[in-house]
T-cell receptor
Framework: NAGVTQTPKFRILKIGQSMTLQCTQDMNHNYMYWYRQDPGMGLKLIYY???????DKGEVPNGYNVSRSTTEDFPLRLELAAPSQTSVYFC????????????FGQGTRLTVV | QQQVKQSPQSLIVQKGGISIINCAYE??????FPWYQQFPGKGPALLIA?????SEKKEGRFTISFNKSAKQFSLHIMDSQPGDSATYFCAAQVGGGADGLTFGKGTHLIIQP
């Protein structure tokens, strides 16, 4: 049972480059989330989705975009990488209703230089 | 504006002792309060969760105490073991909402053998 899978695990980007962080889950969860984790700051919600074709902004969406064409996949796009986007990014999913356990991927460590 | 305040930032406890981590929240619409455990290089994983209709929930050595009137909740780890050394995050979620978790900043717990 793979759960939530994120790729890549590590990436170094130059300022201004773009990339897509991949996230896929095999639990048939409708709810999916992207968080970023900065040292000493906890996790902050970037974007979330309640189902295919539906996405919405979280607390810190600036500089990011998402899409949700299937139930399984929820990619996060960085268009013009900036040093402030250096962080660890976590994708998560949860069951078809709120207030239930969120399952997290192992994270993508991104450095923008 | 930080909606979930967590303390302490770091904590050192002797093996066999009790580890206590505290959180306070501001948004009275929160009605789901999970604790997540994170080991280095891994994503957070649900440890234990509580809803405000109960004042305490116990699972093995882990107990959540919840004080609705004070808007506070805490995690107690009894008989703390070196394997409990990790970062712990409290979180909260609005009832019925699918818009993700609001996390505290985390507590780095070290259990000394």
């Amino acid at each position: 049972n793979a759960g939530v899978t994120q790729t890549p695990k590590f990436r170094i980007l130059k300022i201004g480059q773009s990339m897509t962080l991949q996230c896929t889950q095999d639990m048939n969860h409708n709810y999916m989330y992207w968080y970023r984790q900065d040292p000493g700051m906890g996790l902050k919600l970037i974007y979330y989705s309640v189902g295919a074709g539906i996405t919405d902004k979280g607390e810190v969406p600036n500089g990011y975009n998402v899409s949700r064409s299937t139930t399984e996949d929820f990619p996060l796009r960085l268009e013009l990488a900036a040093p402030s986007q250096t962080s660890v990014y976590f994708c998560a999913s949860s069951y078809n209703r709120a207030n239930t356990e969120a399952f997290f991927g192992q994270g993508t460590r991104l450095t923008v230089v | 504006q930080q909606q979930v305040k967590q303390s302490p930032q770091s904590l050192i406890v002797q093996k066999g002792g009790i580890s206590i981590i505290n959180c306070a929240y501001e948004n009275t619409a929160f009605d789901y309060f999970p604790w997540y455990q994170q080991f280095p290089g891994k994503g957070p994983a649900l440890l234990i969760a509580i809803r405000p209709d109960v004042s305490e929930k116990k699972e093995g050595r882990f107990t959540i105490s919840f004080n609705k009137s004070a808007k506070q909740f805490s995690l107690h780890i009894m008989d703390s073991q070196p394997g409990d050394s990790a970062t712990y995050f409290c979180a909260a979620q609005v009832g019925g909402g699918a818009d993700g978790l609001t996390f505290g900043k985390g507590t780095h717990l070290i259990i000394q053998p």
